[in-house]
């Protein structure tokens, strides 16, 4: 519904004024036929055009006052401005859009586009999530630049609706301007507006607290200006001894942030020690701005007492819409606390007018919650023209690449472009995901794979007995659902590997035979496996023959095949081809020089260890420790092919070792392991093997040294690491 109702006196002669106003701001940025257009522009260009909007509000009027307020408080942009002041036109009467594009350009008309768009859905939808609502609406503008618009019309309107007698719709209004634009507004650094959106949001929705503050705020006002003065003088004289310059005015904070404070801290108004702030901004060069800053701060130091807890430094860390100052609170006189901001004119600029203002400065970067806005900020501090020339070809749709779809409730879900059902699922909650088999969306049942468009209405359908399966990895896009897809699949993995190893230890122990675990894991690997889990689950799902792979573990595992039986004394050592590399084991008190000997991989027998010797069906003599977890079945089975075996001259030769570490996950820890092995003189490294699960890992470390004394040395330095909780050898 449209009122024609006609503009009053008062009216007609406001929308002249703003207009006069407009043109001395931006009018070297129109030409001689835009100039006129905007003379003719409060005339109402067209009698066709409807006077006013279904609630009385006169279309032209909040135009003009919209473009005024934009052109103040962020930047008196040429395209903007035109696109503001013609959108009454374009969006009530369609049919002059192609002549206002012929006459504007094609970069104005698709602003008024993304203004009507962002107008014709904020009126159908509920704002149940900010955050959400905020990515929708950034996905319906074709560029930041009408956000920006949005924001300030917004004020326009909450300045207008005062005592209006549609008491929900203003409310309605209020509640979007404080939950969607006011935090825009700060996202972007509109400080100004985002302040007085929330004032006239707390007026509307609860004016008995507002009129009460604002009452208490005047009737102190006098005394607050007094103190801020008596505390502002000496600050002013020790700051111009230092040789700064700068300039120093003190404010109040707004309502609505001591109505926060308040409820937040439980107390009335006489009990907010931070009803003002002292603003101290300081001109200096972009290279001086840091030091300068802490130089004031430690000025205000030395005259009073700071507050550790209340300080807060933004200009290390800018807040992540580029916002940069020094907080301080101090004692000041007659034992009140005082907050002081400490800020150069540049990081003012950017304080007050936001976004637009960080063009001014190049070199000034800040980081972004939304990885859209942080591309913003990147093209205003390269930009020599002003920031909304450059804005115009940034389009947050491409960029954030989201989709928003709505739960049968209503609830909004914000999701990446091409995320499909499964992703929707997940994206509800974990389990509704894990037990999705489709969904219904306008009445129709669709796929887990079918991809969710801008608007939807999805309802999930789910099984008790779905469970994810590899193949969602190649559906899902969203990095919520994969990961959660992966966790599944991984806990279901692991599920089956302990079936498996239950498996293969129940076959060991029928079979009497010891699973040793540095023996098992190279059999794993000569299998091809990556880790022991993939292993032990294939062992579960029969993707192996059980019996087969247990039989050639036993192979592996064994320490010789069977051989006729003779008798030591008709059993003849075999010569080596070549000579051992070094002398260091003797048998029956003589060397073995000529003999070939063997250590034993199940044991890997090091210089100085209790040994004996095996002789094999090659001739070879392996040698075991006398502690070897295979010694009791050979001392059994084959008696007679033992040799007493003995260490001969000193050590020098390297020979492998396996230990067994055991710890928690902590960044750097095998860093910490492999850089203790690598200062030890006459030891390497040779193999490491790390498994980690839920913030535990276990390690196989394979290490040559030299004998016994350097591995017990060895022990005891890595038991010493961070994280570790054991090392033993294997």
Same mark, same amino acid.
């Given at each position: 519904? #449209?009122?024609?109702?006609?503009?009053?006196?008062?009216?007609?002669?406001?929308?002249?004024?703003?207009? %006069?106003?407009?043109?001395?701001?931006?009018?070297?940025?129109?030409?001689?036929? @835009? *100039?006129?257009?905007?003379?003719?522009?409060?005339?109402?260009?067209?009698?066709?055009?409807?006077?006013?909007?279904?609630?009385?509000?006169?279309?032209?009027?909040?135009?003009?006052?919209?473009?005024?307020?934009?052109?103040?408080?962020?930047?008196?942009?040429?395209?903007?401005?035109?696109?503001?002041?013609?959108?009454?036109?374009?969006?009530?009467?369609?049919? &002059?859009?192609?002549?206002?594009?012929?006459?504007? !350009?094609?970069?104005?008309?698709?602003?008024?586009?993304?203004?009507?768009?962002?107008?014709?859905?904020?009126?159908?939808?509920?704002?149940?999530?900010? @955050?959400?609502?905020? !990515?929708?609406?950034?996905?319906?503008?074709?560029?930041?630049?009408?956000? *920006?618009?949005? *924001?300030?019309?917004?004020?326009? =309107?909450?300045?207008?609706?005062?005592?209006?007698?549609?008491?929900?719709?203003?409310?309605?209004?209020?509640?979007?301007?404080?939950?969607?634009?006011?935090?825009?507004?700060?996202?972007?650094?509109?400080?100004?507006?985002? &302040?007085?959106?929330?004032?006239?949001?707390?007026?509307? $929705?609860?004016? @008995?607290?507002?009129?009460? *503050?604002?009452?208490?705020?005047?009737?102190?006002?006098?005394?607050?200006?007094?103190?801020?003065?008596?505390?502002?003088?000496?600050?002013?004289? +020790?700051?111009?001894?230092?040789?700064? +310059?700068?300039?120093? +005015?003190?404010?109040?904070?707004?309502?609505?942030?001591?109505?926060?404070?308040?409820? +937040?801290?439980?107390?009335?108004?006489?009990?907010?020690?931070?009803?003002?702030?002292?603003?101290?901004?300081?001109?200096?060069?972009?290279?001086?701005?840091?030091?300068?800053?802490?130089?004031?701060?430690?000025?205000?130091?030395?005259?009073?007492?700071?507050?550790?807890?209340?300080?807060?430094?933004?200009?290390?860390?800018?807040?992540?819409? %580029?916002?940069?100052?020094?907080?301080?609170?101090?004692?000041?006189?007659?034992?009140?606390?005082?907050?002081?901001?400490?800020?150069?004119?540049?990081?003012? /600029?950017?304080?007050?007018?936001?976004?637009?203002?960080?063009?001014?400065?190049?070199?000034?970067?800040?980081?972004?919650?939304?990885?859209?806005?942080?591309?913003?900020?990147?093209? =205003?501090?390269?930009?020599?023209?002003?920031?909304?020339?450059?804005?115009?070809?940034?389009?947050?749709?491409?960029?954030?690449?989201?989709?928003?779809?709505?739960?049968?409730?209503?609830?909004?879900?914000?999701?990446?472009?091409?995320?499909?059902?499964?992703?929707?699922?997940?994206?509800?909650?974990?389990?509704?995901?894990?037990?999705?088999?489709?969904?219904?969306?306008?009445?129709?049942?669709?796929? #887990?794979?079918?991809?969710?468009?801008?608007?939807?209405?999805?309802?999930?359908?789910?099984?008790?007995?779905?469970?994810?399966?590899?193949?969602? /990895?190649?559906?899902?896009?969203?990095?919520?659902?994969?990961?959660?897809?992966?966790?599944?699949?991984?806990?279901?993995? =692991?599920?089956?590997?302990?079936?498996?190893?239950?498996?293969?230890?129940?076959?060991?122990?029928?079979?009497?035979?010891?699973?040793?675990?540095?023996?098992?894991?190279?059999?794993?690997?000569?299998?091809?496996?990556?880790?022991?889990?993939?292993?032990?689950?294939?062992?579960?799902?029969?993707?192996?023959?059980?019996?087969?792979?247990?039989?050639?573990?036993?192979?592996?595992?064994?320490?010789?095949?069977?051989?006729?039986?003779?008798?030591?004394?008709?059993?003849?050592?075999?010569?080596?081809?070549?000579?051992?590399?070094?002398?260091?084991?003797?048998? %029956?008190?003589?060397?073995?020089?000529?003999?070939?000997?063997?250590?034993?991989?199940?044991? &890997?027998?090091?210089?100085?260890?209790?040994?004996?010797?095996?002789?094999?069906?090659?001739?070879?003599?392996?040698?075991?420790?006398?502690?070897?977890?295979?010694?009791?079945?050979?001392?059994?089975?084959?008696?007679?092919?033992?040799?007493?075996?003995?260490? &001969? %001259?000193?050590?020098?030769?390297?020979?492998?070792?396996?230990?067994?570490?055991?710890?928690?996950?902590?960044?750097?820890?095998?860093?910490?392991?492999?850089?203790?092995?690598?200062?030890?003189?006459?030891?390497?490294?040779?193999?490491?093997?790390?498994?980690?699960?839920?913030?535990?890992?276990?390690?196989?470390?394979?290490?040559?040294?030299?004998?016994?004394?350097?591995?017990?040395?060895?022990?005891?330095?890595?038991? $010493?690491?961070? !994280?570790?909780?054991?090392?033993?050898?294997?």
């Amino acid at each position: 519904m #449209i009122i024609k109702q006609p503009l009053i006196f008062a009216e007609l002669r406001e929308i002249s004024r703003l207009i %006069g106003e407009i043109k001395e701001i931006a009018g070297s940025r129109f030409s001689a036929e @835009e *100039i006129s257009w905007l003379e003719d522009f409060r005339h109402g260009m067209s009698e066709g055009i409807p006077i006013r909007d279904p609630h009385g509000l006169p279309f032209i009027l909040m135009s003009v006052r919209t473009a005024r307020l934009f052109a103040e408080s962020v930047e008196p942009d040429h395209n903007i401005l035109a696109a503001i002041l013609i959108f009454p036109i374009c969006h009530l009467m369609p049919e &002059s859009i192609d002549r206002m594009k012929k006459m504007w !350009g094609e970069d104005i008309v698709s602003i008024v586009h993304g203004m009507r768009e962002v107008m014709r859905f904020g009126s159908k939808t509920e704002i149940t999530n900010q @955050e959400n609502f905020r !990515g929708l609406l950034l996905s319906l503008a074709d560029d930041i630049r009408v956000i *920006i618009v949005m *924001i300030v019309y917004h004020l326009v =309107l909450m300045r207008a609706i005062n005592r209006h007698p549609d008491d929900v719709w203003v409310r309605n209004v209020a509640f979007e301007a404080d939950c969607l634009y006011a935090q825009l507004a700060h996202r972007l650094g509109l400080y100004q507006l985002k &302040s007085e959106l929330e004032d006239l949001a707390l007026k509307y $929705t609860n004016r @008995e607290i507002y009129t009460q *503050i604002a009452r208490k705020l005047n009737e102190t006002k006098r005394a607050r200006e007094a103190y801020i003065a008596a505390f502002i003088a000496p600050v002013k004289e +020790k700051l111009t001894a230092a040789g700064l +310059k700068f300039s120093i +005015k003190g404010r109040t904070k707004s309502i609505s942030s001591i109505w926060a404070k308040i409820k +937040k801290q439980k107390v009335d108004l006489q009990h907010i020690y931070d009803l003002f702030a002292i603003r101290v901004i300081i001109d200096t060069p972009l290279e001086r701005e840091k030091r300068d800053c802490w130089l004031a701060y430690s000025i205000l130091a030395d005259m009073y007492t700071a507050n550790p807890a209340r300080m807060k430094d933004w200009i290390t860390i800018p807040k992540s819409n %580029g916002y940069e100052s020094l907080h301080a609170t101090v004692m000041g006189p007659d034992s009140k606390w005082v907050e002081v901001q400490f800020r150069t004119r540049r990081m003012d /600029l950017v304080a007050e007018k936001g976004l637009a203002a960080h063009w001014r400065y190049k070199g000034v970067k800040g980081d972004s919650t939304d990885q859209w806005m942080n591309n913003i900020r990147d093209i =205003l501090e390269s930009a020599d023209s002003g920031p909304m020339q450059l804005m115009r070809d940034v389009k947050p749709g491409s960029a954030l690449k989201e989709v928003f779809a709505f739960t049968p409730k209503g609830d909004l879900l914000r999701l990446s472009t091409g995320a499909t059902v499964l992703d929707f699922a997940f994206a509800v909650h974990s389990n509704v995901g894990c037990r999705c088999t489709g969904a219904i969306i306008y009445g129709a049942h669709r796929r #887990i794979n079918h991809r969710i468009a801008n608007g939807d209405t999805v309802e999930i359908i789910t099984s008790a007995n779905q469970t994810p399966t590899q193949d969602w /990895l190649a559906i899902a896009t969203t990095t919520k659902a994969r990961n959660k897809i992966r966790q599944s699949l991984n806990e279901q993995k =692991l599920r089956r590997a302990e079936l498996g190893r239950e498996l293969m230890e129940r076959r060991a122990k029928n079979r009497k035979i010891d699973l040793d675990e540095p023996t098992l894991m190279r059999f794993i690997k000569k299998l091809g496996y990556k880790s022991t889990n993939d292993f032990f689950a294939d062992l579960a799902d029969e993707k192996l023959d059980a019996g087969k792979v247990f039989a050639d573990f036993e192979a592996e595992s064994a320490p010789d095949e069977e051989v006729p039986t003779v008798s030591a004394g008709e059993f003849h050592l075999r010569e080596l081809e070549e000579e051992s590399p070094a002398e260091i084991l003797a048998v %029956g008190g003589k060397t073995i020089k000529g003999l070939r000997y063997q250590m034993a991989k199940c044991c &890997s027998p090091l210089f100085g260890d209790d040994v004996f010797g095996f002789i094999s069906s090659e001739g070879v003599i392996r040698v075991h420790q006398k502690n070897c977890p295979n010694a009791p079945n050979i001392r059994q089975r084959y008696p007679y092919r033992i040799v007493a075996v003995e260490w &001969s %001259g000193s050590s020098g030769v390297q020979m492998p070792v396996t230990l067994k570490v055991v710890g928690h996950d902590d960044i750097g820890i095998v860093t910490n392991i492999t850089s203790i092995i690598a200062k030890e003189p006459d030891m390497s490294l040779r193999n490491i093997s790390i498994d980690s699960d839920d913030g535990v890992f276990q390690g196989f470390l394979t290490i040559n040294l030299t004998d016994t004394g350097r591995l017990s040395s060895l022990l005891r330095k890595l038991r $010493t690491v961070k !994280g570790v909780k054991d090392v033993t050898r294997n």
